[in-house]
């Protein structure tokens, strides 16, 4: 199971940190993507850390902006999200996947329920 929390209400130019707390699995044997889908819009790919490693890699449209992390010890990832932009706005998504590259939604088996992130101009 994947909890994903820390959205909210930000004005542009804020910063949020999600969290996706991992249970009945290890964030650290996986590759654990975010992604964020906008109303009416498809689900797309953000960002993805790989297990057992810091591997990373970034949606060209975060890259510089946000951040993935994860913290073993309490099996969560993290979205570092700075310089927020209305455009942002979205509901995140976290998930998992076997895969060692995944940046599509169908290599992601296991997902979280989600957390809104808006952003006013």
């Known amino acids: 199971q994947l909890q994903a929390s820390g959205g909210g209400l930000v004005q542009a130019g804020g910063s949020l940190r999600l969290s996706c707390v991992a249970s009945?699995?290890?964030?650290?044997?996986?590759?654990m993507g975010w992604f964020r889908q906008a109303p009416g819009k498809e689900r797309e790919f953000v960002a993805y850390?790989?297990?057992?490693?810091?591997?990373?890699y970034y949606a060209d449209s975060v890259k510089g902006q946000f951040t993935i992390s994860r913290d073993n010890a309490k099996n969560t990832v993290y979205l570092q999200m700075n310089n927020l932009k209305p455009e942002d706005t979205a509901v995140y998504y976290c998930?998992?996947?076997?895969?060692?590259?995944?940046?599509?939604?169908?290599?992601?088996?296991?997902w979280g329920q989600g957390t809104q992130v808006t952003v006013s101009s």
């Open positions: 009945g699995v290890t964030v650290n044997d996986y590759t």
């Open positions: 850390i790989r297990g057992s490693g810091s591997t990373t």
């Open positions: 998930a998992t996947s076997r895969a060692p590259i995944a940046v599509v939604r169908a290599s992601y088996a296991y």
